[in-house]
């Protein structure tokens, strides 16, 4: 097996013409991305002279996403580069789980052990996780976020379950 870039041990279905599959692709789904956001944005009131609406920031970062999508699959038609690389679903899967996991405990367990627990969850995504260190970013960044939100902030976040609290 060769360390050139481009040449995959498996065969491409894209054309020839495609010198950097993995950047094409990325620039493809990256154009994609934006077209959808330009889409969802399509309702939202935009830019009344000097004012922006709720749409103004939308499209605009909308169309950057494409320009730039389209920047890297350019790169992708005109650079070589590497093959696409299999995906590897372990790290998406946990950091949506640990997403889904603080946004159904936030309410009855409080940030403190929501966001605690929702980091631990993250954690697991990667093999490499080192837990004694990730123990300790898990309670730094937790006490991060109670003295950021509800402090700071000024937001009204209970902090621990009621329960503890009574």
């Not at 123990?135 to 700071?152: D, E, Q, R």
Request: charged content about 10%; aromatic content about 14%; overall charge positive.
């Amino acid at each position: 097996m060769s360390d050139t870039p481009g040449h995959g041990a498996g065969k491409s279905i894209l054309p020839g013409w495609v010198k950097g599959p993995q950047d094409f692709v990325g620039g493809l789904a990256l154009m994609a991305l934006a077209l959808f956001a330009l889409w969802a944005s399509r309702d939202l009131q935009g830019m009344h002279g000097f004012s922006f609406g709720a749409g103004t920031a939308p499209r605009m970062f909308a169309v950057l996403l494409l320009v730039l999508g389209f920047g890297v699959a350019v790169t992708g038609l005109l650079n070589e580069g590497p093959a696409i690389q299999k995906y590897h679903w372990r790290g998406p899967f946990f950091v949506s789980l640990a997403i889904i996991s603080f946004a159904f405990t936030i309410r009855p367990l409080g940030l403190v052990i929501s966001a605690f627990a929702s980091f631990l969850i993250a954690a697991l995504g990667t093999p490499e996780t080192r837990w004694g260190e990730a123990l300790i970013v898990g309670v730094l960044l937790t006490l991060g976020c109670s003295l950021l939100f509800p402090y700071a902030l000024g937001l009204p976040f209970q902090l621990f379950p009621r329960f503890m609290i009574q």
